[in-house]
């Protein structure tokens, strides 16, 4: 139990530390760099940056993830140390400060170059991300603001002015116009803005300065901040130049003090950026109260933004039976729909069961969730009618219902009761509505009466003795008692006989039926004889069907004249009973016709074409040994060829007939 206990104990410290980490603000890390814009090869832009690193040092590691960017321009005769206000305030928050220190002599600056300083700065930063050799790399997130102060206020305007497409917003503290017109620049420049100026600022009058840069100004949001008694100066943290040029032009003036003017700034400008560089959409809402709420300020502002709103809103009942349909109308602020079944319209038809709701997402990834919509799909009793006599009268009339419940009734009869009682055979059917009003058309049932079966026979009912004959009762009963003795629906017989069946249909009604099946005697199979050339069979009282060589021959005669050597077969049919003889080989060479007349036959032996030459030559036939003939050729012509190339080796017989006379040949193939 100790040993649980330490663990326990260890775990929650650790889970307390882990916390109170993860809750305390980054540290400051610095780094002196120098680069060069490729635009102006001959122009070193000195830069300091101030970043969340894991040790407050020089040149420290970074801290873990990416972080959004602030460029800030310094005013004219002062430098980047002047506003370490700013680097205090927003990198232990998770921002990385980017201030060039360039233009910083006393009583001179190129508002020129400044500008493309400040713009190169926004452009290199991102480079570096994307530099696996850099110590920016991977530590960068693609939104940057850029900022300025008097002169580079002005400048940072220039900057903006360009459309640069790596600057996320504008922010400006008393801006100062410039020799390229900040002003003009600022007609230029649609992304949001949020300005600051100070009510006693006789350095840079607001109505000639940044209040005429904000009138210019073409974003959909932009803002101007008056502090009450704000000062030029104390933007920034005290700087000798810049005191000694305000003190000189406004004699006698009271400022508020240099740190409440700093904590009205970071009231507005954290919210701010945590919306735009942070994709904090919970900021949006802080930034808008703060106009409210921060005493000592005035302001004007132009902003069409509020966060993204959604409502749907239905167009009917909600709740309804399976088959009808509702329409949901979406409102979104964004203008674009996503449904949580996935459409994408405005307006949407819906039949099924679910909870509805609308999601919007707008440019800077807010999203809202409107209202849910339940919608209920009723799924209608099943009308199945059941009968308390099943499908037939018998013995009564027959009560009919249904298997489930229902508010109301109408059925075929115009009754409107849950159960009515029939007393003939036709069609019944009932229109119901159940407990959610969905409406249930039954499918006919039909009552007949009392059953009457019918014995189904497979084929003809004349048989011949052998055959197996399949007796069915056509439809479904209860119980088959056949005179048989079997209780099947079918039953198979093979003898002359009148087959009984009583069937009963399983509510007490029962009926029979009858069928007579004759079976015939089926003829002696006949045998075929031979004399000479004719082949016949005894005297049959059935008819008779001579074939040769598989096809019909002669019929109606018990005797016939051979066409030819080959097989014959007879068919004897009686009352519709046939018997077949077995084949019978025919093979006939008369002695007192054969010849020894010219016939020549060569080559003998022969491997495949034997060539056969004589006068009048009208048949040619090859047989085996035993007599049965395998080719057969009529020819009428002097000489007459037989392709034997597909027999077998061995001794056959050549048969030539030339007129009535027939020659003889023992024909030897290989």
Not at 127 to 137: I, V
Not at 481 to 499: F, K, L, R
Request: charged fraction near 10%; charge should be negative; hydrophobic fraction near 35%.
């Amino acid at each position: 139990m100790k040993k649980i206990n330490v663990v326990l104990i260890t775990s929650i410290l650790l889970s307390l530390l882990t916390i109170d980490l993860i809750a305390q603000p980054y540290l400051i890390g610095r780094r002196t760099i120098t680069i060069v814009d490729p635009a102006r090869p001959t122009r070193n832009i000195g830069v300091e940056v101030y970043y969340p690193a894991t040790a407050t040092a020089t040149n420290a590691p970074f801290a873990q993830g990416e972080f959004p960017v602030i460029v800030i321009g310094h005013g004219f005769s002062m430098n980047y140390d002047s506003y370490s206000n700013f680097w205090n305030y927003f990198t232990p928050k998770g921002y990385i400060l980017v201030l060039p220190t360039t233009e910083s002599a006393l009583g001179s600056a190129n508002h020129t170059q400044f500008s493309a300083d400040l713009n190169y700065c926004v452009n290199f930063i991102q480079l570096a991300n994307a530099d696996s050799q850099s110590p920016f790399f991977g530590k960068v997130k693609n939104k940057t603001a850029i900022m300025g102060h008097s002169m580079g206020g002005g400048c940072s305007f220039v900057a903006a002015g360009t459309g640069n497409p790596n600057i996320t917003t504008i922010l400006g503290l008393a801006s100062a116009e410039t020799n390229v017109s900040a002003i003009a620049a600022a007609a230029n420049i649609t992304i949001p803005a949020l300005l600051f100026a100070g009510g006693n600022d006789r350095v840079t009058p607001n109505a000639d300065n940044i209040g005429a840069m904000y009138n210019a100004l073409q974003s959909d949001c932009k803002n101007i901040v008056t502090i009450t008694n704000g000062s030029h100066c104390q933007f920034a943290e005290s700087n000798f130049a810049c005191n000694f040029g305000e003190s000189s032009v406004c004699l006698g003036c009271t400022f508020v003090a240099r740190a409440t003017q700093h904590q009205k700034v970071f009231r507005f400008m954290e919210p701010w950026v945590d919306f735009y560089l942070k994709e904090d959409c919970s900021a949006w809402n802080v930034f808008e109260s703060r106009f409210d709420t921060v005493s000592g300020v005035t302001h004007q502002r132009a902003c069409n933004y509020s966060l993204p709103s959604a409502s749907i809103a239905a167009n009917g009942n909600t709740e309804f039976c399976l088959g009808a349909e509702v329409t949901l109308t979406g409102t979104s602020s964004t203008g674009n729909y996503d449904w949580s079944n996935g459409e994408t319209t405005q307006n949407i038809t819906v039949g099924i069961s679910d909870g509805y709701a609308l999601n919007v997402v707008d440019q800077y990834n807010c999203a809202a969730t409107s209202n849910v919509i339940d919608v209920a799909v009723f799924q209608p009793e099943v009308a199945d009618i059941s009968s308390s006599t099943g499908t037939s009268l018998c013995g009564g009339n027959s009560i009919l219902s249904l298997t489930n419940s229902f508010q109301n009734y109408l059925w075929s009869t115009s009754e409107t009761t849950a159960t009515i009682e029939v007393d003939a055979a036709g069609n019944y059917s009932v229109t119901a509505i159940d407990q959610n009003n969905c409406e249930s058309v039954s499918n006919n049932y039909n009552i007949s009466d009392a059953p009457e079966p019918q014995i189904l026979v497979s084929g003809s009912t004349n048989f011949c003795n052998g055959d197996i004959v399949t007796l069915t009762v056509d439809g479904n009963f209860n119980t088959y008692t056949w005179n048989t003795g079997e209780t099947t629906q079918s039953i198979e017989v093979a003898s002359n006989d009148t087959y009984l069946v009583l069937v009963d249909d399983g509510n007490g009604c029962t009926n029979s039926t009858s069928e007579n099946v004759s079976f015939n005697t089926v003829p002696n199979a006949p045998i075929i004889n031979q004399k000479d050339d004719s082949l016949f069979i005894s005297s049959v009282s059935g008819t008779i069907e001579w074939f040769y060589e598989g096809t019909t021959f002669s019929s109606g005669t018990n005797i016939i004249k051979a066409d030819g050597n080959g097989e014959y077969t007879v068919v004897v049919t009686e009352n519709g009973c046939s018997a077949f003889s077995s084949p019978f080989d025919y093979f006939l060479v008369s002695v007192k016709n054969i010849t020894t007349n010219t016939t020549s036959v060569y080559p003998n032996p022969v491997i495949s074409m034997l060539n056969i030459v004589a006068k009048g030559i009208s048949t040619v036939a090859l047989s085996d040994i035993s007599g049965k003939v395998l080719l057969s050729k009529n020819v009428n012509t002097n000489a007459a060829t037989l392709d034997i190339s597909m027999l077998a080796s061995g001794n056959y017989i050549l048969s030539v007939r030339t007129g009535d006379e027939f020659s003889v040949t023992r024909i030897v193939k290989y």
